[in-house]
């Protein structure tokens, strides 16, 4: 039981928002996606994106099978300045009015140790995709304190993101080109 824990945990890791949809679903209350960018090397500006949505199909006994597709609303960026924001929105950034989604869809999932994985996939940008790869990691998995019938799986998931590989350039390499990405997740199992 406890090895298949384990693989389960690790497949889990695989999705930044939800797991089998009879199974688990995100508590969004407690997942964040998280970037930061280098400003001119005088300081680091860190930004979120506050509407996404993730599906997988996810068999346990066939980790290998696992499959992602993570899809983040571009115009919901927010790095806490309203001017910084719109112009991160305009064409020299995301170009929302064009390219209004950004998309994760894993081709590979592989275990990296007891409670890591890879995940490989697509990200689209802009209308460019590139494939990247993201480390998973299990923080835990158990029930939860507070409700003890309840069991949450948490992660985090980090990487790096070459903006300039999707032709979002402006301002590069002077405003940082490769973005580190942390992505927080809780999900809840469902009863039955």
């Known amino acids: 039981m406890l090895i298949r824990s384990v693989l389960c945990a690790a497949a889990l890791s695989a999705a930044p928002l939800a797991v089998s949809a009879q199974d688990w679903v995100l508590d969004p209350s407690h997942t964040l996606v998280k970037f930061s960018v280098d400003h001119l090397g005088f300081s680091n500006v860190t930004g979120v994106f506050r509407e996404f949505e993730a599906d997988i199909a996810f068999d346990p006994d066939d980790i290998n099978a696992t499959q992602v597709t993570f899809v983040i609303e571009a115009d919901s960026v927010d790095t806490f300045w309203d001017a910084r924001d719109e112009h991160i929105r305009a064409e020299d950034f995301l170009d929302v009015a064009n390219h209004p989604q950004i998309t994760f869809v894993s081709t590979s999932v592989a275990l990296d140790g007891d409670a890591d994985a890879k995940i490989t996939g697509d990200l689209t940008i802009k ?52 973005l580190p990405v942390t992505i927080n997740v809780e999900l809840v199992k469902q009863p039955g």
């Open 127 to 178: 209308g460019v995709t590139q494939e990247v790869t993201l480390d998973a990691a299990l923080n835990q998995i158990g029930a939860n304190p507070f409700v003890p019938d309840q069991e949450i799986a948490g992660f985090t998931l980090t990487g790096e993101i070459d903006r300039t590989a999707f032709g979002v350039d402006f301002g590069a390499p002077v405003i940082g080109a490769v």
